[in-house]
């Protein structure tokens, strides 16, 4: 069974630069979500996604962050303009049906570097 | 709001020694708690959930209402263990979950 997949793996970008990133969750996972993890910290939600509808957004700083999952498969995480604190790994992770006791499976992550 | 707390950034010991890695938190109703680990250059993955109740890989850990904690032990340590564990949290009617900061474990030959 193939992972959850996110590209690019590595994305420099100068501040007020926009960025973006895509993520393919596992074949029949309902439930997406985003964390960004920060050097030295746990990840930390950022949205979540059951199906196509968002569940929890409560954390994306909606200024300048965007998440879509067009049609309950892939989805997109958008950042403009970009700032120096978004520096960061951002990981993508999926769930079967997005119950409190499932698994979340992780991608290999996308380090963003904004100098 | 809710809250995990791993005080050690690092842990070090020697192979076949105990280990335990702590994890507090702070909920006022009633949580999951999970352990992922995180090996070199490998992806973030499940270790153990406290509802199951299982041992994976030589690793238990207990959820202690009481002192709000849910530490991860291992009896003896192997090299193999050697990694980044993350304790977290899921809350009632909520699926995402609340990380802490992360322990790195090292075990020594």
């Known amino acids: 069974e193939a992972g959850v997949a996110q590209s690019p793996r590595y994305k420099i970008i100068e501040k007020r630069q926009s960025v973006a990133f895509w993520c393919n969750p596992i074949s029949g996972h309902a439930t997406l979500y985003w964390y960004q993890q920060i050097l030295g910290q746990g990840p930390k939600l950022l949205i979540q996604f059951q199906n196509n509808g968002v569940v929890d957004d409560s954390q994306l700083p909606k200024d300048r962050f965007s998440a879509e999952r067009l049609k309950g498969v892939d989805s997109t995480l958008k950042i403009q303009p970009a700032k120096l604190e978004d520096s960061a790994v951002y990981l993508c992770a999926s769930s079967l049906v997005g119950q409190r006791t499932d698994t979340q499976y992780f991608g290999p992550g996308t380090r963003l570097t904004v100098l | 709001a809710q809250r995990v707390t791993q005080p050690e950034k690092l842990l070090s010991v020697f192979k076949g020694a105990p280990v335990e890695l702590k994890c507090n938190y702070s909920y006022s109703g009633s949580p999951e708690l999970f352990w992922y680990v995180q090996y070199s250059r490998q992806r973030l993955q499940l270790l153990l959930r406290?509802?199951s109740r299982e041992s994976i890989k030589g690793f238990t850990a207990d959820l202690n209402k009481g002192e709000t904690s849910f530490h991860l032990k291992k009896p003896f340590a192997q090299e193999e263990d050697s990694a980044m564990y993350y304790c977290a949290l899921s809350r009632t009617g909520r699926r995402a979950l609340t990380f802490g900061s992360g322990t790195r474990l090292q075990v020594q030959p």
């Open positions: 406290h509802i």
